[in-house]
Structures are given as structure tokens and as C-alpha cells.
């Protein structure tokens, strides 16, 4: 420590200052303050400055003999006894007993019990660390034998074969599974099950090779092998397995299947949909999804016995004669948006208003032109919406799991919401114009348009080979595709939404605003419990693999909303709750005593509550941990 005085116009101040680093850089702190020259003067001390140079050095001295009081506790020459043939860390995990907590009141120990049968090893309990490794540390099944003695009462399992019956058990109860978690973690967490929330994702395998089908004598397809070279997600070359999900509104997976990489994804929903009406009898929802997911059977299936659907519709599929009809200028009405108390945003309906003229007042904004007060006020609601009624007739054959066929020409009714946002509408007139300037720099170069994407500059350039004459060359010309960027302007602002339901455009806004959360679910899956890549070529590893991540992304989920209710002003995320989860480590200082080497926080303090666990100590007794185990 030194001396740090700070000197101002009319007094000086004096302070104890330590160095210490920060990363890369070296930074001080105040460690004590002694006040001003002032201050000191009237406790009678004429000279400040060697006043505080000498506490200073008499606070020196004092950390220096207490730092050889401790030292001397400590054996500086004593070397490690050697204990194997590789060293290994001699912390242990706690944190994974929270994870087990929700594990076992959700009903799986009792399921395992009852499905699982008399087995030479206990797969409820190697399926429950499992799963609860996963949230600490994601690894192969079977380096989990080689994490057994990082973790505090681990399971005993002796040998691969217990991890690969494990498997294969977890793999023939998996429908079990899901419906024991739906039914019990009703009471665990508010769940909206009013409306679930759709999509599919695929992962894939660490291999370039797919799988054969097995065909009969006739060439038919027996059974379709898993791993198929499909439209990836992440755009590999590797095959892939796809994955459909259901969630409710709060983001919490409940249901999923999986089927071969080529599966066509639209086609995973009904068969899906109708093993949760039969195993989850959840007969009544609202059915939402993207327009990939969309399709006029998905949309009929979900018109059957009182459920509904709200999914997205892409206007630029639309026939053009149907388009003009609906963007017409008429029946357009505003949407006023606030916050609420809890911060988050809603809409209320207002008036009639001009398409054409927001459309309008939304260029003079963007150009930089100034609104008056009225206009300004309009565009801060930011949104109005077209309701549209279409009636659609299509010839369907369709058939779920309770066996309720219907087929031939089938005449659907639903209803268009059509919004524009000014917010939206100037995002992506900017964007496109970045994209126009991005792209004519390129007009001069060889342009590959092999990879064209959405957002590819490359797709609003038009390529052509001409001569003088006009006839076709060799020689490339680029130029900019004019009729491609002004279809993408006329779209500028568009959102729309096809639904069965008979509401207002407040509550459909309301059911697909959470569409997002199954997004990050899949992410939190992939990046957070290694979903993917798949290194077995097995189909019932793949299955149960999935079901271990699918059960860790339940279980943290549950955590996050319990949390969240407890402490809301808390950073209450994926990474805060493993990271407390991984971090809560101990190591055993004398036989049967323990002392931790984690901080507290209000996470820690949140799950000790929302479990009743007392992993919050600074040290424990074997005993004492025994008890909170369940020895």
C-alpha cells in the first residue's frame, strides 16, 4: 500500500491505495480514506502527510506478520503423493444435487421403478446423473465413468454396459418420459399451455456417411434409416436427424420426436401432435407456428376438436390478383403501443388510417424531412393492421393417432392480420439500401452467386452475357436487378398472420410475440447441453441422447421461472444458473469435513429456497451432506 493524496482548490485528501490487476491492465483501489488536510488538522496532527505515510507503513507491517502467521500453518516442501497415473482435481461437485431435486419431483424416480422393471442396474438413477451432469459438465456417456469422483454421491456404476442398458431402456420408455414430466411439472411452474408454440431443428452426426433404408424384395421401404443427408440447419454437408418441438408460452419444452434428416418437417407435426393428445390428453390449444410449419394440413389439423391456430404467412407468395385485394387502401386501423407496469409491451386498437399516407409519413422520416406534431404523435404508435377474412378450398387426405380421418375437398375459413410497422418498414428500407450500395461495389468483379441468401448482396445483381448486338456471349455483364429490389421495397414493413381464432388482432399479436422463445431453446440445447454433434451411429444412443438434453433443458427451465418469480431483480439467465451450478464445488480438508470453495449469490441463495437444499455453507459435515443426499 501507498500514500495517495488528492489535492483540490481549497483542501488536500489522503488516502491508502493498493495496486492489483485486472485482467491484462493494473488498476488501484482505495483501501482506506483519512479525510482532509482539514479534518486532520482538527484531531490535532500538524503534518498529514507524514501522519499517513506512517499508518501506511504500520499497516505494511501488520499484513506482512499476518501473512507469516499463516504461512507458517502451511508445509512449502511437502510434495504430492502420487495417486494413479494422471492427476486429478480433488474438488467435488454439489450443484448437481439442485438439478436431481427437480429430477426426482417430477415424478421420473417412481416412472423408472415402474417401467424399468428389476434390472441389474438401478437406469433411474444412472438416467437422474445423467441428466444432471449434462447442466455441469456436458461429456460422452461413457466419460461420465471417468467423472464419477467429481461429484459428490454419484451413482456406482461399474461399467459401460450399465451407461448402454441405461440407453436402451430411457430409449423404449421415451413417450413415458415426456408425459410423467408434462403431468407433474404442471405444479412445479406456471405454465400457459393456452397456446404451443411449434418448430423443427436438425443436428448432425460427427460422420460424412448416411444411413441405408431397408427395403423389401419390391423395393419398398421397410425402415428408413436415421441419418440422412437433409437441408441442414448450420449448412454442413454431414447428415443430419431432424427434431420437432412443442413449447408453452413461457418457453418451456414439452413435448418432442425425431425422425431420418430428409423427413420432410411439415410432416413431423400431426404425428406428434396427436401422441400429446393421446398421452397428454391435451385436446384444446392454440396451435402457432412459422410458415414453414404452416402448411394448409397442419393449419386444417389444428381446426379439429376445438383447437386453433395462429401461424405466419409470407404475402410474397401470395397470388398478386388475392395481394392487391388485401394491401389495399381501405379497412386499416392503428395500434397504439405502451408498456405495462412489469415492462413489458402491449397494444391497444385506435383509429382509421391511410395506408398509403403512413406509408407516406414514414419516407418523409426516413428522407430526414421534418413531421409536424401530428405526424410525429402517429408514428410513435408505430403499427397498424388489415383484418382479412379468406376462404380457402383444397383437396386434403389427412389422418392423426386418434384415428379421426378426414379427406377429399375440404372448405377452411380463417382470417388474415396484416400489420405494418413504421419501426419494421424503416429497419428494412435501411438495411436494402446498405445492401444496394454493398452490391454495386461488386458490379465490376466476378460475382458468385452459387450461395445466394436472404441477405446475400449478390441476389440484387443481375447477371447476363450479351455482345453489341444484343446476342448472346461469353462476356458477363453485371448489372443491378431493378425489378428484384423494388419487389423487396413493396413488401417493406408487411407482417402477417393467418388464424382460425375469432379475436381481436391484440391477443394474436400477443400469441405469436412468444414465438422467439423456442428459438432460444433450441439454442440453449445445442450450445449450453451439446445436442449436437451426434457421434453414435445407433439410433436408440440418438434417441436417448436427445431425451438426456431434452430433460436438462426442462429442468433449467423450471429453475429459470422459479428464480425469476424469487428474485426479479436478479440477472436470472442460462449462463448465471449453470455457471453457479458448475462452480458449486468442496474439497474434503479432514475425513468427513468438507469447505466450500464457491461464493455465495443470490442464485445459490434462490435454489437453496426454491429446493430447500442448504448448499449455501461455508463448510459441511459428512453426515450433513449425507442427510441432503438421501443417504
Known sequence: M??????????????????????????????????????????????????????????NASLKDNRKTVESEFDFSTTLKEEGDYSRSKAINLGWKFAADYFDRLGLPELFREKAGREKYDVGAI???????????????????????????????????????????????????????YRNMKDMASLDTSALIVDCTNSFFETPLQDDDVVDQEGNVIEKGLRKYGASKEHRPNPIVQIALFADLNGVPISYSIDSGNTNEQKMVIPLE??????????????????????????????LQNRNYV?????????????????????????????????????????????????????????????TEEER?????????????????????????????????????????????????????????????????????????????????????????VTSQGEVA????????????????????????????????????????????IEEIFRIMKNSFDLRPFFSWKETSVNAHVLFVFLATQIYRLMELGLKKKLPDAKVNVNTILETLKNIDVIETHPGLYKSIYTGSKILTGLTELTGLPLNRESYRKKDLDRMFGK
Open 2 to 59: 501507498h500514500l495517495m493524496t488528492k489535492n483540490t482548490k481549497n483542501n488536500s485528501y489522503y488516502y491508502a491505495v493498493e495496486s492489483f490487476r485486472d485482467g491484462k491492465k493494473t488498476s488501484t483501489r482505495i483501501v482506506k480514506s483519512f479525510g482532509s488536510g482539514a479534518q486532520l488538522a482538527a484531531q490535532g496532527i500538524d503534518d498529514p502527510k507524514r501522519y499517513c505515510t506512517e499508518r501506511i507503513a504500520e499497516m
Open 274 to 303: 396427436g401422441r400429446m393428445i393421446r398421452d397428454f390428453n391435451k385436446h384444446s390449444f392454440i396451435y402457432c407456428s412459422d410458415g414453414g410449419l404452416g402448411s394448409f394440413e397442419n393449419r386444417f389439423f389444428n381446426t
Open 377 to 465: 404523435k402517429l408514428l410513435e404508435k408505430d403499427r397498424i393492421y388489415k383484418k382479412y377474412p379468406i376462404t380457402i378450398t383444397r383437396k386434403v387426405d389427412i389422418m392423426n393417432l386418434l384415428a379421426q380421418k378426414s379427406s377429399g375437398t375440404v372448405e377452411m375459413e380463417e382470417t388474415l392480420f396484416v400489420t405494418f410497422s413504421a419501426k419494421y418498414y424503416l429497419y428494412q428500407r435501411s438495411l436494402l439500401d446498405r445492401q444496394v450500395g454493398r452490391a454495386e461495389e461488386l458490379l465490376g468483379k466476378d460475382v458468385d452467386k452459387k450461395k445466394k441468401g436472404p441477405n446475400d448482396v449478390t441476389r440484387l445483381i443481375a447477371t447476363t452475357a
Open 474 to 517: 461469353d462476356t458477363k455483364v453485371n448489372s443491378m436487378d431493378e425489378k428484384k429490389i423494388e419487389e423487396e421495397r413493396r413488401f417493406h414493413g408487411f407482417y402477417a398472420l393467418a388464424t382460425s381464432l375469432d379475436t381481436d388482432v391484440l391477443e394474436i399479436l400477443r400469441i405469436n410475440g412468444n414465438r422467439w422463445r
Open 127 to 181: 438416467t437422474r446423473f445423467v441428466v444432471a451432469s449434462r447442466m455441469i459438465a456436458p461429456c460422452s456417456k461413457i466419460r461420465i465413468l471417468s467423472a464419477l469422483e467429481n461429484y459428490y454421491d454419484a451413482p456406482e456404476i461399474r461399467d459401460k454396459n450399465a451407461i448402454y442398458r441405461a440407453i436402451e431402456k430411457v430409449d423404449a420408455i421415451s413417450d413415458d418420459i415426456q408425459a410423467c414430466v
Open 311 to 371: 401461424v405466419t404467412q409470407s404475402l410474397k407468395k401470395t397470388p398478386d390478383d388475392e395481394l392487391k385485394l388485401i394491401l389495399a387502401d381501405k379497412n386499416w386501423n392503428m395500434i397504439g403501443q405502451y408498456e405495462t407496469k412489469d415492462g413489458k409491451k402491449t397494444y391497444h386498437e385506435g383509429t382509421a388510417v391511410s395506408l398509403e399516407e403512413f406509408r407516406k409519413i414514414c419516407d418523409r422520416k426516413y428522407e430526414g424531412k421534418e413531421l
